[in-house]
């Protein structure tokens, strides 16, 4: 049998419902463990309990302690793949911050559950299994870290949490998942191409991810400039176009040498140098904004914040951004 090993982190896939207040929270760290007998018909599980936070507390600190606690069971050759349990509301995050860093062949994934474990319905036993049995498939070798959840394989890439409670919550909008499970078999509709690594340390840089909305100004941008951050994220409107209040922030910010990120606050399509009115695309790609496609701004910020590691020119920033 095939050795995995799942981490535990923590969120309601860890979590139990008290029920006199109906309030649900961590509470036994080794909670999980029950799932062993059912996990082990799937192969030789071992769990490793890292921490048992809810995934609103994960900074990017415990994404990097994730990452190296993983890279260093799959440098083991007796390991064929590893599972990471993790809270929904940041699951995607830690799953690009392991795709982006983890230097491995086998098989990363990423799952976890709406509801918790002594609840109606409980979907994370169920989700666990089969985030196991893919780690254990070698046809999901060389596909970066996925996320399975609710029958469906993701790309850590393009995966989003799109409902607030529903079980099927996990979709990649433009996409579509890249395989499914059934009680039979596991089915890759499509194959993936890994990005480009990045080192894998502890960001040290911080990276603001700002939205933008109609009528807004250059104050939001102000203050990151007076807090000293090192980078911005800012999720445009349409196809990469921005409030001509905005303008005179974002040419300050890039006067510092801070590099700008642009991704589109629509969760299909590209950015795009499209526009010449004040404030369009053309302007800020000219003012020299990195403009960013297949990743949202929550994702761009982690990838930022790894790649400013790297580098802090925003040509060498740039090519981290192409597709
Ligand atoms: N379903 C979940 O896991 C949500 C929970 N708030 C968490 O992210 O920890």
Redesign the pocket.
């Known amino acids: 049998m095939k050795k995995i090993i799942v981490i535990t982190t923590?969120?309601?896939?860890a979590m139990s419902e008290n029920k006199d207040s109906q309030g649900v929270k961590p509470r036994d760290p080794k909670i999980l463990e029950s799932t062993l007998p059912m996990l082990s018909h799937y192969g030789d599980v071992h769990m490793e309990h890292l921490f048992n936070m809810?995934?609103?507390h994960i900074t990017p600190h415990e994404m990097y302690r994730i990452a190296k606690e993983a890279q260093q069971y799959l440098d083991q050759p007796e390991v064929a793949g590893v599972v990471v349990t993790h809270?929904?509301?940041?699951?995607e995050e830690t799953a690009y911050f392991l795709d982006l860093v983890i230097n491995s062949k086998k098989p990363v994934v990423v799952t976890?559950?709406?509801r918790s474990l002594n609840e109606l319905g409980a979907d994370g036993p169920y989700n666990l299994v089969n985030a196991v049995r893919v780690a254990g498939d070698e046809r999901a070798a060389d596909f970066g870290t996925l996320v399975v959840f609710n029958d469906e394989i993701h790309p850590a890439k393009t995966v989003t949490k799109t409902h607030t409670s529903n079980v099927a919550t996990f979709q990649s909008p433009a996409l579509g998942p890249i395989g499914l499970i059934t009680k039979k078999e596991i089915i890759f509709h499509r194959t993936l191409h890994r990005e480009k690594l990045l080192p894998l340390h502890s960001p040290v840089h911080q990276v603001v991810l700002i939205k933008a909305a109609a009528g807004m100004d250059s104050s939001l941008i102000e203050w990151t400039i007076e807090k000293k951050v090192d980078g911005l994220v800012i999720e445009a409107f349409g196809q990469g176009n921005l409030p001509p209040a905005m303008l005179p922030g974002i040419q300050k910010a890039l006067d510092r040498q801070i590099p700008i990120v642009l991704v589109s606050r629509c969760y299909n399509g590209v950015v795009q140098d499209t526009y010449e009115y004040e404030g369009g695309g053309k302007q800020l790609k000219e003012m020299g904004l990195i403009f960013s496609n297949g990743i949202n701004g929550q994702k761009a910020r982690i990838k930022l914040m790894l790649a400013l590691q790297k580098s802090c020119d925003p040509r060498q920033l740039q090519s981290y951004f192409q597709i």
């Open positions: 923590g969120g309601t896939i809810p995934s609103p809270g929904t509301d940041t699951l976890g559950a709406m």
